[in-house]
């Protein structure tokens, strides 16, 4: 069994000061895990994601997580956000190596929302 | 073209309509799935097809019947739908038996009338 847990479902931050996502996850094998970003009436792209390799992952526009198997995080960070960060963030949880096709499951979605 | 790409992206209907929506995809993968994205509720997995054959199947109703002809091509066919199915669909697609990500489409909107 798994789940994952997004903390906020929204987070105001101004425009070049940190971001900070949360996420928490359970799972009953080692898992993978991934942070998706939606823009208004887009699909989903991939951020980055974890799959036992670097505890510390680096993703596309500034983006990264840290994977904490002891607080079992998976937080998503940006060290000065941008306008076009504002989108909604979602945080997903697999079985690592299942085997076959993804089990995924989803976060809720955290709304990020950049003041100029 | 190159990732997952979804025709129509946009389709209003009538609830005595017939449509179907397409999803194509040029990843060489060989698992794809249709997801269900409405407002203020979490994505919601309809079906999984993993290397043609569907392997999930998350009780929706028999309104959404999904084809897969080949690995690359996954369709929804959609008749007498009620209004609350306006939604994001999204396809996506993996590579089975790897720790793959699930790339999606950019969707498509559809409106119910």
């Known amino acids: 069994a798994q789940s994952v847990t997004q903390l906020d479902s929204h987070v105001s931050v101004s425009e070049g000061t940190p971001v900070l996502l949360r996420c928490n996850y359970s799972s009953s094998y080692s898992p993978s895990l991934f942070w998706y970003v939606q823009h208004p009436n887009k699909g989903l792209q991939l951020l980055l994601k974890y799959t036992s390799a670097a505890t510390l992952v680096k993703g596309i526009n500034g983006f990264e997580a840290e994977f904490k198997k002891s607080e079992t995080s998976f937080h998503l960070t940006k060290p000065s956000a941008h306008m076009s960060d504002a989108a909604e963030y979602f945080c997903?949880?697999?079985?690592?190596?299942?085997?076959?096709?993804?089990?995924?499951?989803f976060g809720t979605g955290t709304k990020l929302q950049v003041i100029p | 073209e190159t990732g997952v790409t979804q025709t129509p992206r946009h389709l209003v209907m009538g609830m005595t309509n017939k449509k179907s929506l397409k999803c194509e995809q040029h990843?060489?993968?060989?698992?794809m799935y249709w997801y269900k994205q409405s407002a203020k509720k979490p994505l919601e997995l309809m079906f999984v097809y993993s290397l043609e054959e569907r392997v999930e199947n998350n009780s929706v109703p028999s309104r959404f019947s999904p084809e897969c002809p080949n690995s690359s091509h996954l369709f929804l066919h959609l008749h007498t739908l009620q209004p609350e199915d306006s939604a994001l669909y999204l396809c996506?697609?993996?590579?089975?038996?790897?720790?793959?990500?699930?790339?999606f489409g950019p969707g498509t909107r559809l409106t119910v009338l």
């Open positions: 990843l060489g993968h060989n698992a």
């Open positions: 996506a697609s993996s590579q089975v038996g790897s720790t793959d990500t699930q790339y």
């Open positions: 997903v949880v697999s079985p690592f190596n299942s085997g076959g096709y993804q089990k995924v499951t």
